[in-house]
């Protein structure tokens, strides 16, 4: 078996082995080195001679060395400078692959400085845009009131003085409160919660079809009752919302008066109130009992896309593809604020109240989840990660996670004490995510879309999937204690799953 010197990849004629990396080398090569470096030159690791360890071969054939003269000099001479040379070009290898991996380092710096400048530079222009739009809007009022345009930016200024200093103490005083609450609740999970054994044995137990037309299928939102999670409300395609009470199985109500489809519906917790809204731009408030609209709420020019419930119980904020949110007083029908963001002109896809009620969440369709303060009006945290329409939002019960979801079939997790993204759940391809939700706890996460999956929070692992509906499934709800779980879809029929 041939062997090779490490150093100058030559046959070694007295052949060490050095215990620190393994190679072979020259005793004479690895001496110079040690002498100079004092470490192995494969690892670097710290090696002297007393640790060669030398190999026992069979030695070379080689002519009788010539006698003191002259020759043998000059040999031993150039012998050094082999020796020498073959040391500096291992030298030179070493330096040349440290070189090539800091100019790979400092290209993709480089790029990365690039696409951040790109951006800037794209939020700069966009910016000053808006800015140039403004301005005329703004002298106007300040002038006249005559075209409509002005008339609405009036409106605009009116509505975002109406949050009043005893609104504002009402919201804080709420939030002190809950907080104060959820730290008691966080520090155990609730006994009567159902365990993730039995979560896993779900089933469906009972699918109902006739809520909605059957002339125009589909059923686009949901949601249950908090105070009576008997009670389930559903916004269909044929412009119509349900009161469904799913333990005898009958029909409370409908609720008829949308020109279009209802995208949106929120249960209210007194039992006697419900909340619809459509792409007709109206947001409705309907007294249950007598299934008539108590107030309508015109606080958008677009198609309205997403609703949110204040903890307070007396307010509303929704989103819509005109670019504004809104956050309105239920029991007047009165617009307090109504806010836009200039500084990315896109549709508003979703929003979502924070359990506390002092900040909230919006989504747009270039992407980006914004978090928004509700005393100042302003955006505070953006968080960008998604490709694709941000389909829908959620926050934790325990008020540190936010999870979001895209067209880009990903669940992303937020923690908003870092403000980062910790956990991102892949989905299969081309999955649709139309709704999320976590339960009363925040112990478990639900997902409805291609399929309905439950997640368990912390691990975030799904626990089960639900694949009983034959259409895309667009809402899913928890009810108490997780006791059962309610979700509808695109095939007109809401579906109980439980034990």
């Known amino acids: 078996m041939s062997l090779f010197c490490a150093l100058s990849n030559e046959t070694p004629e007295v052949a060490v082995v050095s215990p620190v990396s393994g190679c072979v080398f020259e005793k004479r090569l690895i001496t110079k080195y040690i002498k100079e470096h004092g470490t192995d030159p494969i690892n670097g690791k710290e090696l002297n001679e007393d640790m060669l360890i030398e190999l026992?071969?069979?030695?070379?054939?080689?002519?009788?060395?010539?006698?003191?003269?002259?020759?043998?000099?000059?040999?031993?001479?150039?012998?050094?400078?082999?020796?020498?040379?073959?040391?500096?070009?291992?030298?030179?290898?070493?330096?040349?692959?440290?070189?090539?991996?800091?100019?790979?380092?400092?290209?993709?710096?480089?790029?990365?400085?690039?696409?951040?400048?790109?951006?800037?530079?794209?939020?700069?222009?966009?910016?000053?845009?808006?800015?140039?739009?403004?301005?005329?809007?703004?002298?106007?009022?300040?002038?006249?009131?005559?075209?409509?345009?002005?008339?609405?930016?009036?409106?605009?200024?009116?509505?975002e003085a109406g949050i009043t200093a005893e609104v504002l103490e009402k919201l804080e005083a709420k939030a002190s409160v809950l907080t104060t609450e959820r730290k008691k609740r966080g520090k155990?999970?609730?006994?009567?919660?159902?365990?993730?054994?039995?979560?896993?044995?779900?089933?469906?137990?009972?699918?109902?079809p006739g809520l909605h037309s059957a002339s125009v299928?589909?059923?686009?939102?949901?949601?249950?009752?908090?105070?009576d999670t008997n009670k389930i409300l559903t916004g269909g395609n044929d412009k119509n919302a349900t009161i469904f009470n799913k333990e005898n199985e009958q029909v409370i109500c409908m609720l008829k008066g949308h020109t279009k489809k209802v995208s949106s519906v929120i249960y209210h917790g007194n039992q006697t109130t419900a909340i619809t809204a459509s792409p007709d731009s109206q947001i409705r408030i309907w007294n249950i009992g007598t299934a008539h609209t108590t107030h309508i709420i015109r606080a958008h020019e677009g198609a309205i896309t997403d609703l949110s419930l204040h903890a307070t119980g007396d307010y509303l904020l929704s989103t819509s593809t005109d670019e504004y949110w809104a956050f309105s007083d239920l029991h007047t029908g009165q617009v307090l604020a109504k806010v836009g963001d200039t500084t990315t002109p896109h549709a508003l896809t979703t929003a979502q109240f924070h359990p506390d009620g002092l900040i909230f969440g919006t989504g747009t369709s270039d992407s980006l989840i914004k978090i928004w303060d509700l005393k100042e009006r302003s955006n505070v945290a953006n968080f960008p990660g998604h490709s694709g329409s941000i389909s829908a939002m959620t926050f934790s019960e325990n008020g540190y996670y936010l999870a979001t979801a895209a067209d880009d079939s990903t669940i992303k997790l937020w923690d908003l004490r870092k403000l980062?993204?910790?956990?991102?759940?892949?989905?299969?391809?081309?999955?649709?995510?139309?709704?999320?939700?976590?339960?009363?706890?925040?112990?478990?996460?639900?997902?409805?879309?291609?399929?309905?999956?439950?997640?368990?929070?912390?691990?975030?692992?799904n626990l089960k999937t639900f694949a009983d509906h034959t259409a895309l499934a667009t809402g899913v709800r928890f009810g108490h204690s997780s006791k059962y779980i309610a979700s509808t879809g695109m095939d007109r029929t809401l579906k109980i799953y439980s034990a």
């Open 188 to 208: 155990s999970v609730p006994e009567d919660l159902v365990k993730q054994d039995e979560l896993r044995l779900y089933k469906t137990v009972a699918s109902f």
């Open 420 to 461: 980062k993204n910790f956990k991102s759940i892949l989905l299969d391809e081309g999955y649709q995510v139309k709704d999320l939700c976590f339960d009363q706890s925040g112990t478990y996460l639900a997902v409805a879309g291609t399929d309905v999956r439950i997640y368990i929070s912390k691990q975030w692992d």
């Open 217 to 227: 299928p589909g059923i686009l939102a949901l949601d249950i009752c908090p105070t």
């Open 56 to 159: 026992k071969v069979v030695p070379m054939v080689k002519p009788k060395p010539p006698s003191a003269t002259s020759i043998p000099a000059i040999l031993k001479c150039l012998q050094d400078e082999w020796d020498a040379v073959m040391l500096n070009s291992f030298t030179l290898r070493q330096q040349l692959q440290t070189a090539r991996q800091e100019l790979s380092h400092a290209l993709y710096q480089h790029d990365a400085a690039c696409r951040v400048i790109a951006r800037l530079t794209k939020e700069v222009t966009a910016a000053r845009e808006a800015l140039a739009t403004l301005k005329p809007k703004t002298s106007a009022v300040a002038s006249v009131h005559s075209t409509s345009s002005e008339h609405v930016f009036q409106e605009q200024k009116q509505e």
